[in-house]
């Protein structure tokens, strides 16, 4: 009798360790990438959503949905015609809820751009900084759900001729200590001159490092993944109750053997 209980034990638990292998197999990644990171007033940038690192088996996936949320003070509010899905993804959008869902004719095995929106800053706004997110995504193969995680970006409104400003300033100065002492020798003319030069250079190097700087750290921090748990903590869950299960059946059954002898 013993062995029986046992062999039984042993078997839901092979069973649930199937289970939860084929669960963590299935699974995709989503990216947000956007068109700039730094667009100037009333000006329209690109958004594209794409999928990739594809372990969804051998159909594929032929849906996606989620919610778009944007900063509604930053950027003008879009409408359905204002997203766009590629590489023959057909998209929908419910302005009311905020859900973007795209369907497909064939299925999606590899990487691949999924759909981009259009947006535009709002004027007023430069120096603000608004944040535009993909949330509770979610895939399908007409057999299982899918889930990824959310993604993000960060979008500065700013001047992108305000290095031009500073040239064009800089270099102001330099002509007039050029000019300042038209007697002096061209020695020193020369020395002053050759000074504000590479001091303008000196600048220009730094501002372009800076924002070279910026640029790439706001891109590392995009494109960032998270590791999905859900799934995981879901099969930890049901793998939990399945054993103690087991263990109470064993322990009633062991209770009727006593009673029976």
Not at 4 to 19: A, D, E, G, H, P
Not at 32 to 39: E, G, I, K, N, R
Not at 52 to 78: A, Q
Request: hydrophobic letters at 35%; charged letters at 15%.
């Amino acid at each position: 009798m013993k062995s029986k209980i046992v062999s039984i034990v042993v078997m839901i638990l092979l069973i649930v360790c199937l289970v939860s292998v084929s669960v963590d197999a299935v699974s995709f990644t989503a990216t947000m990438t956007p068109s700039a990171t730094t667009v100037k007033e009333a000006t329209e940038f690109t958004i594209t959503v794409k999928v990739s690192n594809l372990d969804v088996g051998t159909n594929g996936i032929n849906s996606l949905k989620g919610n778009l949320k944007y900063d509604t003070n930053v950027f003008e509010t879009i409408s359905e015609s204002s997203i766009e899905g590629l590489n023959s993804w057909s998209a929908k959008f419910d302005e009311a809820s905020g859900e973007i869902s795209l369907t497909k004719n064939t299925f999606v095995t590899s990487t691949q751009e999924v759909f981009q929106i259009i947006f535009k800053t709002k004027s007023g706004v430069s120096g603000k900084s608004g944040t535009i997110s993909y949330t509770n995504i979610v895939a399908s193969n007409s057999e299982t759900s899918i889930p990824a995680t959310d993604i993000s970006t960060s979008i500065t409104v700013g001047n992108e001729t305000s290095n031009n400003n500073n040239n064009t300033n800089t270099n102001s100065v330099a002509n007039k200590i050029v000019t300042i002492n038209p007697t002096t020798n061209n020695t020193t003319n020369n020395t002053s001159n050759n000074a504000v030069v590479n001091k303008t250079t000196n600048t220009n190097s730094t501002n372009n490092s800076i924002s070279s700087y910026v640029n790439t750290m706001t891109n590392t921090q995009t494109q960032d993944n998270i590791p999905q748990t859900g799934v995981n903590d879901t099969i930890l869950t049901v793998l939990f109750i399945v054993i103690a299960i087991a263990v109470a059946f064993y322990i009633k059954i062991e209770k009727l053997n006593k009673e029976m002898k």
